[in-house]
């Protein structure tokens, strides 16, 4: 399936290979379709196989510290015994605009959490975790005119990021990248 203009999916220089987006494009779509229907994200990680072309998804607990640890757990074990290719999940958060990171800190001592300060913007986040390395995009959720609940989101643009961590990541198992070249 080609990429085109309207593509659900924009590129940063480091392309996201072809066999994945054909997977992905459609969880995005349906990721937006939800939130046009009034409908909240919920954190949702689909591990996959492309050899057998099998697809599994897992719902995410972020309740607690101690449900994130699990649900990476599930994810990470789950992924072992599909021998995934790749994961990707999917969840509405916050994040400070741009113009208010500098005051993190400050933020995050007066109001406890992002999510609870008056500053907080609403996200879709995803990320690919492939044997090609790791892609993140966020997009701001933006009301859909004339309904108040409705909202939608932009083209959802995808930068591979090599050296991201945390609890989330690094799922996959150790597995040699036997499906080529990136590009």
């Known amino acids: 399936m080609p990429i085109t203009e309207d593509a659900l999916i924009c590129f940063t220089p480091m392309q996201i290979p072809e066999r994945y987006l054909q997977k992905i494009n459609p969880l995005v779509a349906h990721a937006r379709s939800l939130v ?3 409908e909240t994200l919920a954190a949702l990680a ?11 998804p897992m719902v995410l607990d972020d309740s607690s510290d101690e449900a994130k640890d699990s649900s990476a757990q599930g994810i990470s074990r789950a992924a072992a015994m599909l021998e995934a ?3 990707f999940q999917v969840r509405e958060a916050w994040m400070l605009p741009q113009r208010y990171v500098n005051r993190h800190q400050e933020i995050l001592e007066e109001y406890g959490s992002v999510g609870a300060s008056p500053y907080a913007q609403d ?4 990320s690919l975790e492939t044997t090609h390395g790791t892609w993140i995009a966020t997009v701001p959720l933006k009301a859909k005119p004339p309904f108040k609940k409705r909202r939608t989101f932009g083209a959802v643009e995808f930068q591979h990021m090599p050296q991201v961590e945390g609890r989330f990541v690094g799922l996959l198992p150790s597995k040699k990248n036997e499906s080529g070249a990136l590009h």
Request: charged share 20%; no cysteine; proline share 0%.
């Open 85 to 87: 290719d790749f994961i």
């Open 36 to 38: 046009e229907k009034g």
């Open 123 to 126: 996200i879709a986040a995803f």
């Open 46 to 56: 689909f591990i996959g196989n492309l050899t057998n072309d099998q697809v599994i």
